[in-house]
């Protein structure tokens, strides 16, 4: 029960084990968290007038909600960048439901 928690609050979902490109998104997700802390460390530095370090960025940045960015991680992937989303029926739900447009069609 535990896990299941920690999972729901790092925006992790049921249906990741059912994901054909699992490998591949977190690999992804890992490079947006990456992106994502190194702005923020950014904006903490010029709000503070001094380079705050990216150990310290990191921690800030996790007191925040992270469930939000890995479910909006989680349908851009799914929905735009996935090499399976034709194929896997959890993209599909995500292309469906999320009203995200395939990247082939997008151009």
């Known amino acids: 029960m535990q896990k299941q928690e920690h999972a729901k609050i790092k ?10 490109g699992i490998h591949e998104l977190i690999d992804w997700q890992i ?3 990456r992106n994502e ?3 923020h460390r950014l904006d903490l530095s ?3 007038g001094r380079c705050v370090a990216w150990q310290e960025a990191e921690m800030d940045f996790n007191n925040g909600d992270r469930s ?3 479910k909006k991680w989680r349908v851009e992937y ?3 960048i996935c090499p399976s ?3 896997c029926l959890v993209a599909l739900q995500f292309l469906h ?9 997008a151009g």
Do not use: F, W
């Open 31 to 33: 490079i947006q968290y």
């Open 11 to 20: 925006g992790q979902q049921e249906n990741d084990r059912n994901c054909v």
């Open 85 to 87: 989303r034709s194929n």
């Open 97 to 105: 439901h999320k009203k995200t447009e395939p990247l082939y069609r």
């Open 37 to 39: 802390v190194s702005a």
């Open 78 to 80: 799914c929905g735009n």
């Open 68 to 70: 939000v960015m890995g």
């Open 46 to 48: 010029k709000a503070e």
